[in-house]
């Protein structure tokens, strides 16, 4: 089968060859997928720099490729949850990525089926995004009735985030530029901060829970308008001993994040807060979960910015490195 590979970290970017390797076979708790579209992610970039070698530590030569759409091929002896010919979808387990191939073997407990009304190419752009919507409420505890604010809110996490939050029944406050405010107040958002004309610090204040997507430059400005005793979920700053215990990463990380993330700890605790990184997981549990919460009527809101083939990888992540992308972009791998 083809597949792109990653045969070394480079702080620069480096490409990915494309490569003639053996179909995996799937072990026991595996299901074996055909893999039909790949998203591809700034997260793929930021493997390829080495910039989440201590979060994951990938051996060489790695298949490159987070989250996918495809189809069952055939499962493992102890895989029971689906046949061949399901349609499936997920985020591939962090310790085996390579959703750039025409096969993968994937761990049933990362797959969920495809909503029917769902292409490939459009239930590629799902996982990533929204488990870490619902990882991050989950860490949040959000209950129905509490406020969150979601910075950088137009972007491909908020159009997800968002519409997950609204159907959690939570009031949903972003900011981001004018000229997304329609369509973010369509996904739920029921208040939207211009960046270029406000500041939302001065306008929101005593926020139940934070999902932060910008980082350093910003936490000071999301720990102000969090109430005392919220939660903060970052994506973009340090990770810190709090995430490092969740993930059951061993002592010595433990000890090393601990460090790293002890200034915004301590931002934290000035309001008895608290503050948590997020590195998404797979898990196809809260994959159909977060299909549950929508229908063909309300279905989950879905943006392609424009498909390329797997010959195309390269020029795709080049792409997705300078931004400005409308949407997820999509590599087309299978029929």
């Known amino acids: ?16 060859e494309i490569r003639e390797i053996a179909v995996p076979a ?9 893999i039909i579209a790949a998203a591809v992610n700034p997260l793929d970039n930021m493997i390829i720099r080495g910039e989440v070698k201590l ?11 987070n989250e996918f759409a495809g189809v069952v091929e055939k499962t493992g002896r102890n895989a029971v949850r689906f046949k061949p010919g399901d349609r499936v ?12 191939a025409e096969y993968a073997a994937v761990k049933e407990s990362a797959l969920a089926a495809i909503p029917e009304y769902l292409t490939y190419e459009e239930a590629a752009t799902v996982p990533l995004t929204a488990l870490t919507a619902m990882q991050a409420f989950e860490i949040m505890e959000v209950k129905a009735g509490e406020s969150v604010f979601i910075s950088g809110g137009t972007g491909s996490l908020g159009a997800m985030a968002i519409p997950v939050a609204k159907r959690l029944g939570l009031h949903v406050y972003t900011n981001g530029s004018g000229d997304s405010e329609e369509r973010v107040r369509k996904l739920g958002a029921e208040k939207f901060i211009d960046y270029r004309k406000e500041n939302y610090a001065d306008i929101l204040s005593n926020v ?12 000071p400005n999301e720990f102000k308008i969090l109430k005392e005793g919220g ?10 001993g709090r995430f490092a215990k969740r993930s059951g990463m061993p002592l010595f990380k433990r000890l090393l994040f601990q460090v790293a993330g002890s200034k915004y700890d301590r931002m934290a605790a000035a309001k008895k807060q608290t503050y948590d990184f997020l590195f998404v997981h797979e898990d196809g549990s809260q994959l159909n979960r977060i299909g549950s919460l929508f229908d063909q009527e309300h279905p989950l809101d879905t943006s392609i910015d424009t498909v390329f083939t797997l010959d195309e990888i390269n020029k795709v992540l080049a792409k997705v490195k300078r931004g400005g992308s409308r949407g997820k972009t999509i590599v087309r791998i299978g029929e």
Do not use: C, Q, W
């Open 1 to 16: 089968m083809r597949a792109a590979v990653l045969t070394h970290y480079d702080r620069k970017g480096t490409d990915l």
């Open 208 to 219: 139940d829970h934070v999902l932060d997507t910008l980082g350093d430059r910003e936490l």
């Open 231 to 240: 939660n903060l979920v970052s994506l973009r700053g340090l990770p810190n």
């Open 26 to 34: 799937p072990d026991d708790e595996e299901v074996l997928v055909k």
């Open 89 to 100: 979808y997920g985020r591939m387990p962090l310790e085996k990525i390579g959703a750039f």
């Open 55 to 65: 979060i994951v530590p990938y051996s060489m030569p790695l298949v490159m490729g």
